[in-house]
C-alpha cells in the first residue's frame, strides 16, 4: 500500500523511490544510489512549506533525489529561484538528476552550475546573492563542507534554514557542534527520526532560540560550564542522518554592544 505522503509525490519522483532505478537519456536503467532517504525528503519538504523560501540553493544532485522532493515544495510555496551545484553531474551522474529534474517540470526553477562549490560559491555572494534556504551534501570532509556552511552563511537571511545531509560522518556532525556551540544558529530538528510532521517543523520554528547573546560579557562565563562538552541532544542535534539549522542572527564580530563574537572568540565542540 503506497503512504498517503508518498502519494502525493511528483510522479516521477515516486517512480523513482518505488522502482529504485533511474533512466539514463538514452534509455538505459540503471539502479539508483546516493539518494537520500524518503523520510529525509519529507522533513525538507515541511521545512520548506513552512519556509516559504524565495530563493534557495543544494549542493549535491546526484540522480536528483533531494532535488525532487525540494522542487516539489518550492514550487508549491511560489518560489523563484533554486540554485544547484554538481561538479560531476555531467561526468560520474550522467546528466541523471537534471533529466529527472525536466522530466518532473522543474527546470524552470533551477540554475545549475556544473562548478566545485568552493569556486561557485564566493562568486555568487559577491554577485549579491541572498538565500532563505540551503541543502548541503557535497563534499563530506570537514574542510570542504565548513568551506560550503562558510559562504551559504555570508548569503543566507536571518530566520533561514540549512539542512545537512549525512549528520552521522564524524566531519560533517563535528562542524554541527561547531555552528551551534560558537555561533548564532539553532538545530530546529528533527528531534527523533519520526518528528516530520507540519505541526511538530510549525513548532521548531517558532520555538525560542537559547543560543543568541550578543555580549561578549555574557558569553564569557560559557567558557566555563561543562554543558558545552555536553551530549549532541543536549544541543538539538538528532541521532538521525540529517539536521536542519536555523540562522538566529547574522554572525558580527568586532568589539562593542552588538557584536556576537571577539576576533578571539573559541568555544569548545
Not at 551534501?137 to 540549512?162: E, R, S, W
Not at 545531509?165 to 538545530?187: F, M, Q, V
Not at 561578549?216 to 562538552?229: E, K, P, S, V
Request: aromatic content about 10%; glycine content about 6%.
Amino acid at each position: 500500500m503506497i503512504s498517503r505522503e508518498l502519494a502525493a509525490l511528483n510522479p516521477v519522483l515516486k517512480r523513482i523511490i518505488l522502482e529504485k532505478e533511474v533512466t539514463s537519456r538514452t534509455g538505459e536503467i540503471r539502479p539508483l544510489r546516493s539518494e537520500i532517504v524518503t523520510e529525509e525528503g519529507f522533513f525538507i519538504q515541511d521545512v520548506i512549506r513552512q519556509l516559504r523560501p524565495t530563493s534557495s540553493l543544494e549542493i549535491g544532485c546526484a540522480h536528483g533525489v533531494s532535488s525532487l522532493f525540494i522542487l516539489q515544495a518550492l514550487k508549491e510555496v511560489g518560489a523563484e529561484r533554486h540554485i544547484i551545484i554538481d561538479p560531476f553531474q555531467h561526468t560520474s551522474w550522467d546528466d541523471i538528476g537534471l533529466l529527472n529534474v525536466d522530466r518532473a517540470g522543474f527546470s524552470d526553477l533551477i540554475q545549475f552550475y556544473p562548478d566545485l562549490s568552493y569556486r561557485r560559491l564566493p562568486r555568487l555572494e559577491q554577485e549579491g546573492c541572498r538565500l532563505d534556504f540551503s541543502f548541503i551534501d557535497g563534499q563530506h570532509t570537514f574542510d570542504y563542507v565548513l568551506v560550503d556552511f562558510f559562504y551559504i552563511d555570508k548569503m543566507l537571511n536571518v530566520g533561514g534554514v540549512i539542512i545537512f545531509d549525512d549528520l552521522l560522518y564524524p566531519s560533517i556532525r563535528k562542524l554541527c557542534r561547531y555552528i551551534l556551540l560558537n555561533l548564532p544558529y539553532s538545530a530546529i530538528g528533527p528531534l527523533t527520526s519520526a518528528s516530520t510532521g507540519k505541526r511538530r517543523i510549525a513548532e521548531l520554528f517558532t520555538a525560542q532560540s537559547s543560543k543568541i547573546n550578543t555580549r561578549f560579557g555574557q558569553r564569557l562565563g560559557n567558557i566555563l560550564r561543562a554543558d558545552l562538552t555536553a551530549p549532541d541532544p543536549k544541543i538539538g542535534l538528532p541521532s538521525c542522518n540529517f539536521v536542519a539549522l536555523r540562522k538566529d542572527a547574522d554572525d558580527v564580530i568586532g568589539d562593542g554592544p552588538t557584536f556576537n563574537r571577539r576576533w578571539d572568540t573559541h568555544y569548545r565542540f
